[in-house]
């Protein structure tokens, strides 16, 4: 079973920043997707970023220029590095992976159980 597992969030004041960090455990042969989602109370869970093992990112408008992905291969991690925080960034974030578990296996979306971020003074 792959499991994954967010760290990283908490409570920080406007301008401010954090990192999360989100780590794959189990048997997992390569992962293609590497993404970061959010969702606020109410609203539907969006995409932040996004990382693929081609190399390209994508990010949503809203964080662009203020947060970064990355992600090490070796270590079965991404990271989510957010700077100058809002409020309207509070939201419980989510690690994604579409991983196979071995060569010529399907991939398979997995989730994170989610990590709190509160930007607030």
């Known amino acids: 079973q792959v499991r994954l597992v967010e760290s990283g969030g908490g409570l920080v004041q406007p301008g401010g920043s954090l990192r999360l960090s989100c780590a794959a455990s189990?048997?997992?042969?390569?992962?293609?997707?590497m993404s970061w989602y959010r969702q606020a109370p109410g609203k539907q869970r969006d995409l932040v970023a996004s990382s693929t093992s081609g190399g390209s990112t994508n990010y949503a408008d809203s964080v662009q220029g203020r947060f970064t992905i990355a992600r090490d291969n070796a270590k079965n991690m991404v990271y989510l590095q957010m700077n100058s925080l809002s409020p309207g960034d509070t939201a419980v974030y989510y690690c994604y992976m579409n991983a196979r578990r071995a060569l010529g296996q399907n991939y398979y979306n997995y989730w994170g159980q989610g990590t709190q971020v509160t930007v607030s003074s």
């Open positions: 189990g048997s997992i042969r390569s992962i293609n997707v």
